[in-house]
Protein backbone atom coordinates (compact mmCIF):
# COMPACT_ATOMS: atom_id res chain seq x y z
CA UNK A 1 0.00 0.00 0.00
CA UNK A 2 1.54 3.00 -1.20
CA UNK A 3 1.43 5.82 1.68
CA UNK A 4 -0.77 9.20 0.65
CA UNK A 5 -0.06 12.40 1.49
CA UNK A 6 -2.09 13.60 5.17
CA UNK A 7 -3.41 17.32 4.78
CA UNK A 8 -5.17 18.01 8.00
CA UNK A 9 -7.15 21.36 7.69
CA UNK A 10 -8.50 23.51 10.38
CA UNK A 11 -11.47 24.86 8.83
CA UNK A 12 -14.16 23.76 6.16
CA UNK A 13 -12.87 26.05 3.59
CA UNK A 14 -9.38 24.67 3.64
CA UNK A 15 -10.96 20.69 3.90
CA UNK A 16 -12.82 21.86 1.04
CA UNK A 17 -9.61 23.35 -1.22
CA UNK A 18 -8.00 20.13 -0.20
CA UNK A 19 -10.58 17.83 -1.77
CA UNK A 20 -10.02 20.05 -5.02
CA UNK A 21 -6.76 18.52 -5.71
CA UNK A 22 -6.46 15.38 -7.83
CA UNK A 23 -6.62 11.92 -5.90
CA UNK A 24 -7.29 13.71 -2.55
CA UNK A 25 -10.26 11.65 -0.47
CA UNK A 26 -11.84 12.65 2.58
CA UNK A 27 -10.74 10.68 6.00
CA UNK A 28 -12.87 10.82 9.49
CA UNK A 29 -13.07 7.81 11.45
CA UNK A 30 -11.16 5.67 8.70
CA UNK A 31 -13.01 2.18 9.89
CA UNK A 32 -13.81 1.95 5.66
CA UNK A 33 -11.27 3.04 4.00
CA UNK A 34 -8.19 2.40 5.92
CA UNK A 35 -9.22 -1.35 5.33
CA UNK A 36 -10.28 -0.49 1.35
CA UNK A 37 -7.13 1.21 0.80
CA UNK A 38 -5.45 -2.15 2.20
CA UNK A 39 -7.54 -4.30 -0.15
CA UNK A 40 -5.97 -1.91 -3.15
CA UNK A 41 -9.96 -1.05 -3.90
CA UNK A 42 -9.00 2.60 -3.43
CA UNK A 43 -5.25 4.20 -3.52
CA UNK A 44 -5.67 8.11 -2.64
CA UNK A 45 -2.98 10.33 -3.23
CA UNK A 46 -4.04 12.44 -0.17
CA UNK A 47 -5.69 11.90 2.68
CA UNK A 48 -7.41 14.92 4.33
CA UNK A 49 -8.34 14.16 8.02
CA UNK A 50 -10.90 16.23 8.79
CA UNK A 51 -11.30 15.45 12.82
CA UNK A 52 -9.77 18.25 13.28
CA UNK A 53 -12.33 21.00 12.12
CA UNK A 54 -14.21 22.91 14.59
CA UNK A 55 -18.18 22.24 14.59
CA UNK A 56 -17.73 19.38 12.81
CA UNK A 57 -18.57 16.83 15.26
CA UNK A 58 -21.36 17.14 17.97
CA UNK A 59 -24.73 16.89 18.67
CA UNK A 60 -27.00 20.45 19.23
CA UNK A 61 -30.74 21.33 19.31
CA UNK A 62 -32.07 23.77 17.08
CA UNK A 63 -35.45 25.13 15.61
CA UNK A 64 -37.46 21.98 14.56
CA UNK A 65 -35.24 19.02 15.46
CA UNK A 66 -31.77 18.37 15.87
CA UNK A 67 -28.35 18.67 14.36
CA UNK A 68 -25.87 16.19 14.25
CA UNK A 69 -22.43 16.40 13.03
CA UNK A 70 -21.37 14.45 10.56
CA UNK A 71 -17.95 13.39 11.98
CA UNK A 72 -19.88 13.13 15.24
CA UNK A 73 -18.62 9.55 16.70
CA UNK A 74 -20.98 6.50 17.20
CA UNK A 75 -19.73 6.18 20.70
CA UNK A 76 -20.75 9.91 21.05
CA UNK A 77 -24.29 9.23 19.85
CA UNK A 78 -25.26 7.06 22.93
CA UNK A 79 -24.31 10.29 25.40
CA UNK A 80 -26.59 12.45 23.63
CA UNK A 81 -29.48 13.38 25.84
CA UNK A 82 -30.97 15.17 22.90
CA UNK A 83 -30.70 11.65 20.84
CA UNK A 84 -31.43 9.39 23.48
CA UNK A 85 -34.90 11.74 23.70
CA UNK A 86 -35.81 12.41 20.68
CA UNK A 87 -34.44 9.83 18.51
CA UNK A 88 -34.10 6.37 20.57
CA UNK A 89 -33.94 4.64 17.25
CA UNK A 90 -30.30 5.82 16.70
CA UNK A 91 -29.08 4.82 19.86
CA UNK A 92 -30.21 1.33 19.30
CA UNK A 93 -28.37 1.09 15.97
CA UNK A 94 -25.53 2.58 17.54
CA UNK A 95 -25.57 -0.13 20.47
CA UNK A 96 -25.08 -2.87 17.84
CA UNK A 97 -22.72 -0.99 15.39
CA UNK A 98 -19.36 -3.06 15.43
CA UNK A 99 -17.45 -2.88 18.67
CA UNK A 100 -16.85 -0.36 21.44
CA UNK A 101 -13.31 0.29 19.45
CA UNK A 102 -14.96 0.40 16.32
CA UNK A 103 -17.66 2.83 17.78
CA UNK A 104 -14.88 5.31 19.49
CA UNK A 105 -13.55 5.86 15.88
CA UNK A 106 -16.12 5.83 13.27
CA UNK A 107 -18.37 8.70 12.63
CA UNK A 108 -22.08 8.71 11.64
CA UNK A 109 -20.98 10.89 8.29
CA UNK A 110 -18.46 8.29 7.89
CA UNK A 111 -21.19 5.16 7.33
CA UNK A 112 -23.24 7.57 5.16
CA UNK A 113 -20.12 8.48 2.66
CA UNK A 114 -19.24 4.92 2.29
CA UNK A 115 -22.68 3.90 0.77
CA UNK A 116 -22.64 0.58 1.25
CA UNK A 117 -26.29 -1.02 0.26
CA UNK A 118 -26.31 -2.72 4.42
CA UNK A 119 -25.38 0.75 6.04
CA UNK A 120 -26.99 0.36 9.43
CA UNK A 121 -27.44 3.73 9.57
CA UNK A 122 -28.78 4.94 6.30
CA UNK A 123 -31.93 3.10 7.05
CA UNK A 124 -32.74 4.86 10.29
CA UNK A 125 -32.14 8.12 9.50
CA UNK A 126 -33.76 7.30 5.81
CA UNK A 127 -37.09 6.48 8.02
CA UNK A 128 -36.52 9.63 10.73
CA UNK A 129 -36.56 11.92 7.54
CA UNK A 130 -32.92 13.26 8.03
CA UNK A 131 -31.28 15.92 5.43
CA UNK A 132 -27.41 16.21 4.45
CA UNK A 133 -26.12 19.37 4.82
CA UNK A 134 -23.44 19.37 2.41
CA UNK A 135 -20.27 22.27 1.78
CA UNK A 136 -18.60 22.57 -1.12
CA UNK A 137 -16.49 25.26 -3.40
CA UNK A 138 -20.44 26.81 -4.64
CA UNK A 139 -21.59 27.03 -0.79
CA UNK A 140 -23.67 25.02 1.16
CA UNK A 141 -26.50 23.19 0.19
CA UNK A 142 -29.42 20.76 1.89
CA UNK A 143 -30.12 17.22 0.30
CA UNK A 144 -33.21 14.72 1.03
CA UNK A 145 -31.05 11.39 2.48
CA UNK A 146 -33.60 9.91 -0.40
CA UNK A 147 -31.37 11.56 -3.01
CA UNK A 148 -27.60 11.05 -1.04
CA UNK A 149 -27.01 7.32 -1.88
CA UNK A 150 -26.31 7.17 -5.94
CA UNK A 151 -25.14 3.65 -5.61
CA UNK A 152 -22.81 1.06 -4.31
CA UNK A 153 -20.26 3.50 -2.54
CA UNK A 154 -21.13 6.27 -4.55
CA UNK A 155 -22.67 9.23 -3.03
CA UNK A 156 -24.12 12.94 -4.13
CA UNK A 157 -21.30 14.74 -3.20
CA UNK A 158 -19.40 16.47 -5.76
CA UNK A 159 -15.84 17.34 -6.41
CA UNK A 160 -14.59 18.97 -3.38
CA UNK A 161 -17.47 18.60 -1.56
CA UNK A 162 -18.00 17.67 2.53
CA UNK A 163 -20.61 16.08 4.31
CA UNK A 164 -20.58 18.76 7.49
CA UNK A 165 -23.89 17.40 9.40
CA UNK A 166 -27.61 15.50 9.23
CA UNK A 167 -30.41 17.34 10.33
CA UNK A 168 -33.74 15.27 11.98
CA UNK A 169 -36.99 16.56 12.25
CA UNK A 170 -38.24 16.29 15.70
CA UNK A 171 -40.59 13.68 15.10
CA UNK A 172 -44.88 13.81 15.30
CA UNK A 173 -46.26 13.09 18.41
CA UNK A 174 -47.78 9.56 18.15
CA UNK A 175 -44.72 8.49 15.78
CA UNK A 176 -43.11 5.17 16.60
CA UNK A 177 -39.66 3.76 14.75
CA UNK A 178 -38.34 0.11 14.95
CA UNK A 179 -35.03 -1.58 12.85
CA UNK A 180 -34.12 -4.79 12.36
CA UNK A 181 -30.91 -6.27 11.09
CA UNK A 182 -30.37 -10.11 10.39
CA UNK A 183 -27.16 -11.03 10.09
CA UNK A 184 -24.91 -14.20 11.15
CA UNK A 185 -24.10 -12.14 14.24
CA UNK A 186 -25.95 -9.71 16.12
CA UNK A 187 -22.81 -7.21 16.02
CA UNK A 188 -19.81 -7.08 14.27
CA UNK A 189 -20.57 -8.20 10.77
CA UNK A 190 -22.80 -6.76 7.71
CA UNK A 191 -26.32 -7.69 7.52
CA UNK A 192 -27.46 -9.77 5.16
CA UNK A 193 -30.83 -8.04 5.22
CA UNK A 194 -31.86 -4.65 6.84
CA UNK A 195 -35.31 -3.01 7.61
CA UNK A 196 -36.90 -0.14 9.48
CA UNK A 197 -39.87 1.74 9.92
CA UNK A 198 -41.62 4.63 11.29
CA UNK A 199 -45.28 4.88 11.71
CA UNK A 200 -47.12 7.90 12.47
CA UNK A 201 -50.40 7.60 13.46
CA UNK A 202 -53.95 9.27 13.89
CA UNK A 203 -55.28 10.94 16.99
CA UNK A 204 -57.36 7.51 17.06
CA UNK A 205 -54.23 5.74 17.29
CA UNK A 206 -55.84 2.84 14.82
CA UNK A 207 -54.79 4.33 11.41
CA UNK A 208 -52.07 5.38 9.82
CA UNK A 209 -51.06 8.98 9.06
CA UNK A 210 -47.36 8.47 7.74
CA UNK A 211 -45.34 5.48 7.30
CA UNK A 212 -41.34 5.28 6.11
CA UNK A 213 -40.16 2.06 5.65
CA UNK A 214 -36.10 1.50 4.14
CA UNK A 215 -34.21 -1.53 3.25
CA UNK A 216 -30.65 -2.48 3.45
CA UNK A 217 -28.53 -4.94 1.43
CA UNK A 218 -31.28 -5.77 -0.92
CA UNK A 219 -30.79 -3.26 -3.44
CA UNK A 220 -27.76 -0.89 -4.88
CA UNK A 221 -28.55 1.65 -2.38
CA UNK A 222 -30.38 1.65 1.20
CA UNK A 223 -33.84 2.22 -0.09
CA UNK A 224 -37.09 3.40 0.84
CA UNK A 225 -40.17 1.03 -0.04
CA UNK A 226 -42.76 3.20 -0.75
CA UNK A 227 -45.37 1.07 -2.74
CA UNK A 228 -44.90 -0.81 0.83
CA UNK A 229 -45.91 2.76 2.20
CA UNK A 230 -48.64 3.42 0.65
CA UNK A 231 -50.47 0.02 1.25
CA UNK A 232 -50.12 1.56 5.15
CA UNK A 233 -50.95 5.15 4.87
CA UNK A 234 -54.85 6.37 5.42
CA UNK A 235 -55.72 2.79 6.78
CA UNK A 236 -56.47 1.39 10.07
CA UNK A 237 -52.96 -0.77 10.82
CA UNK A 238 -54.03 -4.25 11.32
CA UNK A 239 -52.01 -7.58 11.51
CA UNK A 240 -53.17 -8.35 7.68
CA UNK A 241 -52.48 -5.23 6.94
CA UNK A 242 -49.09 -5.29 8.08
CA UNK A 243 -48.39 -8.22 6.17
CA UNK A 244 -49.23 -6.93 3.20
CA UNK A 245 -46.84 -4.31 3.52
CA UNK A 246 -44.09 -6.82 4.08
CA UNK A 247 -45.18 -8.52 1.13
CA UNK A 248 -45.43 -5.33 -0.88
CA UNK A 249 -41.61 -4.78 0.06
CA UNK A 250 -40.42 -7.77 -0.89
CA UNK A 251 -41.81 -7.37 -3.78
CA UNK A 252 -39.80 -4.17 -4.38
CA UNK A 253 -36.13 -5.44 -3.06
CA UNK A 254 -33.83 -5.64 -5.72
CA UNK A 255 -31.97 -8.05 -4.03
CA UNK A 256 -28.90 -10.04 -5.51
CA UNK A 257 -26.84 -13.37 -4.60
CA UNK A 258 -23.60 -13.87 -3.69
CA UNK A 259 -21.33 -15.78 -1.25
CA UNK A 260 -23.24 -14.95 1.87
CA UNK A 261 -27.31 -15.38 0.90
CA UNK A 262 -29.48 -15.87 -2.21
CA UNK A 263 -31.28 -13.01 -3.60
CA UNK A 264 -34.72 -15.47 -2.94
CA UNK A 265 -33.62 -15.89 0.31
CA UNK A 266 -32.71 -12.05 1.03
CA UNK A 267 -36.16 -11.59 -0.42
CA UNK A 268 -37.78 -13.50 1.72
CA UNK A 269 -36.46 -12.08 4.75
CA UNK A 270 -37.35 -8.48 3.92
CA UNK A 271 -41.13 -9.68 4.40
CA UNK A 272 -40.45 -11.04 7.40
CA UNK A 273 -38.66 -8.21 9.07
CA UNK A 274 -40.58 -5.27 7.41
CA UNK A 275 -43.33 -7.07 9.10
CA UNK A 276 -41.23 -7.40 12.06
CA UNK A 277 -40.37 -3.68 12.60
CA UNK A 278 -43.88 -2.98 11.80
CA UNK A 279 -45.25 -4.73 14.48
CA UNK A 280 -42.51 -2.90 16.76
CA UNK A 281 -42.75 0.64 15.43
CA UNK A 282 -47.13 0.35 15.97
CA UNK A 283 -46.39 -0.40 19.54
CA UNK A 284 -44.12 2.76 19.99
CA UNK A 285 -46.47 4.81 18.00
CA UNK A 286 -49.32 3.42 20.57
CA UNK A 287 -47.05 4.85 23.70
CA UNK A 288 -46.12 7.95 22.10
CA UNK A 289 -42.24 6.43 22.24
CA UNK A 290 -40.69 8.26 22.41
CA UNK A 291 -41.93 10.35 24.98
Sequence with gaps: ??????????????????????????????????????????????????KHISGLAGVSRVRGGVRVGAATRVADLLKSEAISSQFPLLVEVAEDFGSPQIRNLATIGGNLCNAAPSADFALALLVLGARAEIHGPDGRRELDLTEFFKGVNRTALRRGEILTAIHLPRPPVRTGAAYAKLGVRRAMDLALVGAAAALGLATDKRRCRQARIALGAVAPIPMRARRAEAVLEGKVVSPALIEEAGAAAAAEARPISDLRASAGYRRQMVRVLVARVLREALVRAKKEWPR
Design 1 to 50: MVRPDIVVPETVEEAIRALLSRGAVALAGATDIIPAMQRGEIRPRILVNL
